[in-house]
């Protein structure tokens, strides 16, 4: 039977939330070039719609990193599944994710990526869920939405990998 899903945010409010946020990136790396990092697969709806508001140039990789973890939680344990085909060095590095709940992919992520001598690393989320944070060193520059302590999908996020293509962000009533 199909799941519950109740709408947390509308496809128009996460647009007009992505439109804004892209000015103020625009706006703070004037006159640089961005070189985004989308962590696969949840990431690549964001960063799509992120990148095409962008006004300052915009270069791409994509990473995908797994925690090892039951559907709905993440162990804290990181594997590097796919790795980036582009040396970081010298360039602004922009981390895309769906999501920051526990922060220990970031966290462990961001360590890893600063050893390659970028310019600078900055982290955008399109969602946040602050009351969830462990590793609290993590500083995220950029977040679209904070939300409560739900299981949300859509927008890229899923649940047992369906779910991605929603075009709005909704919780799954279980
Ligand atoms: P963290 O390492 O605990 O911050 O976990 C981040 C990852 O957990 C995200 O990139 C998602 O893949 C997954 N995740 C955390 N919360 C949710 C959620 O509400 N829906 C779908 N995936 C989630
Ligand atoms: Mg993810």
Same mark, same amino acid.
């Given at each position: 039977?199909?799941?519950?899903?109740?709408?947390?945010?509308?496809?128009?409010?996460?647009?007009?939330?992505?439109?804004?946020?892209?000015? @103020?990136? $625009?706006?703070?790396?004037?006159?640089?070039?961005?070189?985004?990092?989308?962590?696969?697969?949840?990431?690549?709806?964001?960063?799509?719609?992120?990148?095409?508001?962008?006004? +300052?140039?915009?270069?791409?990789?994509?990473?995908?990193?797994?925690?090892?973890?039951? !559907?709905?939680?993440?162990?804290?344990?990181?594997?590097?599944? /796919?790795?980036?085909?582009?040396?970081?060095?010298?360039?602004?590095?922009?981390?895309?994710?769906?999501?920051?709940?526990?922060?220990?992919?970031? $966290?462990?992520?961001?360590?890893?990526?600063? @050893?390659?001598?970028?310019? $600078?690393?900055?982290?955008?989320?399109?969602? !946040? /869920?602050?009351?969830?944070?462990?590793?609290? @060193?993590?500083?995220?520059?950029?977040?679209?939405?904070?939300?409560?302590?739900?299981? +949300?999908?859509?927008?890229?996020?899923?649940?047992? @990998? /369906?779910?991605?293509?929603?075009?709005?962000?909704? +919780?799954?009533?279980?």
């Amino acid at each position: 039977m199909a799941d519950k899903i109740r709408v947390l945010l509308s496809e128009e409010e996460v647009n007009h939330r992505i439109g804004e946020i892209a000015a @103020q990136i $625009s706006r703070d790396y004037d006159g640089k070039a961005i070189h985004m990092i989308c962590i696969l697969k949840g990431g690549v709806f964001f960063t799509c719609e992120l990148a095409k508001r962008l006004t +300052v140039p915009v270069s791409l990789d994509f990473m995908s990193v797994s925690s090892y973890g039951d !559907d709905t939680k993440s162990s804290g344990v990181v594997r590097i599944v /796919k790795d980036l085909d582009e040396s970081l060095k010298n360039k602004d590095v922009l981390i895309v994710e769906d999501i920051i709940d526990s922060g220990r992919t970031l $966290s462990y992520l961001i360590e890893v990526l600063k @050893q390659r001598e970028p310019a $600078s690393i900055r982290l955008c989320t399109l969602l !946040d /869920k602050p009351e969830r944070r462990i590793k609290k @060193q993590v500083k995220v520059d950029y977040t679209c939405f904070s939300i409560p302590d739900e299981f +949300v999908v859509g927008y890229g996020l899923d649940y047992a @990998q /369906k779910y991605r293509n929603l075009p709005y962000i909704g +919780v799954v009533e279980l």
